[in-house]
């Protein structure tokens, strides 16, 4: 395993984590809506070579989509 490789028990573990986060600061949105934007965050920005800031920017990014669902 490389340094850019997350362990994947590690990285379900950051994603369920993201997901509790999320689904306490916004427990007017489903569950399953919740679970796919994090998946689909983590799946964009996995590619990135430094995966310290994965939960933050997973974060912001499933803030900005509830956003701008909100708005649409």
Known sequence: MTSRQVPVDAGD?????T???LRHDHPEVADEVIH???????SDLTPARVH???PI????????????????
Do not use: G, N, P
């Open 36 to 42: 796919t934007l994090v998946r689909q965050a983590y």
């Open 52 to 54: 310290s800031f994965l």
């Open 19 to 21: 997901e509790s986060e």
């Open 13 to 17: 573990r950051e994603m369920a984590s």
């Open 57 to 72: 920017l997973v974060v912001r990014d499933v803030q900005a989509r509830l956003r701008a669902e909100a708005i649409a």
